[in-house]
């Protein structure tokens, strides 16, 4: 599993972006890929997925 920080998220609209913390880089998060809620600033692990627009990230969990 990857872990990051949840950089951004709209509830409202259902998406956002995780930090990867290996990398730094940006990972789209839809809340279809999400087992818990989350916020701007939590602590995640993900695992990631090709999507139709480049990488996802799926299953993702607060720490």
Known sequence: MK?????FFNEDKGFGFIVDDETGK???VHVSGTVDAIDKNDKVEFETEEGRRGVNAVNVKKI
């Open 26 to 28: 940006d990972v789209f």
């Open 3 to 7: 872990t990051g920080t949840v950089k």
